[in-house]
């Protein structure tokens, strides 16, 4: 059994999508949810920004040598992954992201689409 003691803020543009993001959020254990606020709201830092990109152009991305990290959980990596993709649960992100390349892109993969952008706000965060 494992225990988070992460508290959040969700960034949503909507309470609907703001209330699918804290109940997909429970789905994987962190329920620690503090409040929400709208992507406007959030301060700009500079530096590199975030960005969605279609899954053409993210197999394209991998195919030129970006790194595919995958952060879903091991039975969805079970069920089905790309080649290129290295395994890296969200959990464990913040114990591990070293492991990861600082030479090139990194393209953020999970499921459903809720994990991902935590993956990749993270690693921005950490540098």
Known sequence: LLSYDVPLIIVAP????????????????????RGTITPAQLPHRGGARLLQVSAADALQQAAAGAFVLDVRGQSEWDAGHLDTATLLPLPELARRWRELPADRPILVHCQG???????????????
């Open 14 to 33: 909507d309470t609907a999508t703001a209330s699918a993001a804290r109940y997909d959020l429970s789905l994987i254990g962190l329920d620690d949810v």
């Open 113 to 127: 689409g809720t994990r991902s952008p935590m993956a990749a706000s993270l690693l921005q965060r950490l540098g």
